[in-house]
């Protein structure tokens, strides 16, 4: 399951996304959100899947990669249908004793797995096509205009980047603990809620131990290269809009005009 976790990971490439400037990248990230959260019907739905697929092929990211985000978040997708499934009020479809399942019910059910499932799909391939020092740029000039009001951009951005970017270093520092314990004759899968709950105390502990220690080495070596934050900090690349930023952002917003124009027939009896 650990082996399943992409959050964080980047894949090198020349593709047409990977050529995209960062700060587009974010915008469209953002405005793929939007659009999902906008959309209300199948027609919306197949224009998001659409611009999904249509992203991933031209990144040259394998589809498998979709099916291992989604992995770790299978529990949280179920747990989100089953209470759209059961809780939600309308015309019956099946009732015994106090379990009623209704048709407002099973169509909110799959209408918020898909959105959920879009979702993770989507906002990866940011990560998968953008290196961290991209990110940390890109989230950086975006929000640049709040240094006006004192506002701490620089160290925000450097800060969302290292998380993220760590994310896959303590999966794997895990993964070699929970190993070296299992090597040990710990029993991490036997047993109850509880049982399962204290056996991970011996792989807690040392991950703690190894995160902080990551921390301060990463400390020590960004203070040994004299790091004092944005103040007098260049960059060798320059990020510079493209060709391909201004249609990609035509491309995403007469995506969401489409979707807005769909939901408003639709709401008419136009469709």
């Known amino acids: 399951m650990l082996k399943d976790i992409t959050i964080g990971q980047y894949f090198p490439g020349e593709s047409f996304v990977h050529k995209l400037d960062p700060r587009m990248k974010i915008v469209l990230t953002i405005a793929y959100v939007v659009m999902l959260f906008l959309t209300n019907n199948v027609y919306g739905f197949i224009i998001s899947v659409g611009f999904l697929v249509l992203s991933y092929s031209i990144s ?17 997708i179920l747990f989100t249908a089953i209470l759209n499934l059961f809780f939600v009020n309308g015309d019956p479809l099946f009732k015994w004793w106090v379990i009623s399942i209704s048709a407002q019910g099973v169509k909110l059910a799959v209408f918020m797995s898909l959105r959920v499932i879009f979702l993770i799909a989507g906002t990866s391939l940011l990560t998968y096509t953008t290196s961290p020092i991209e990110l940390t740029d890109g989230i950086e000039l975006l929000l640049s205009p709040l240094k006006k009001v004192k506002f701490p951009v620089h160290e925000l951005a ?18 070699k603990i929970m190993s070296a314990q299992k090597a040990r004759g710990a029993d991490l899968e036997s047993g109850g809620i509880v049982q399962r709950a204290k056996a991970l105390i011996p792989i807690l502990i040392p991950l703690f131990i190894s995160a ?33 930023d201004a249609f990609s952002f035509i491309l995403i917003s007469v995506l969401i005009i489409t979707v807005i ?5 639709i709401k008419t009896g136009s469709f």
């Open 158 to 175: 450097m800060m969302m980047t290292i998380a993220l970017r760590f994310i896959p270093t303590l999966i794997e520092e895990t993964d």
């Open 261 to 265: 124009l769909i939901n408003m027939f």
């Open 60 to 76: 040259r990211i394998s589809f498998k990669m979709i099916l291992k985000s989604l992995k770790p978040i299978v529990p949280i």
């Open 212 to 244: 902080f220690r990551r921390a301060e080495e990463l400390a020590l070596a960004m203070e040994c290269r004299c790091y004092h934050g944005d103040e007098g900090r260049t960059r060798m690349k320059q990020l510079q809009y493209s060709w391909r």
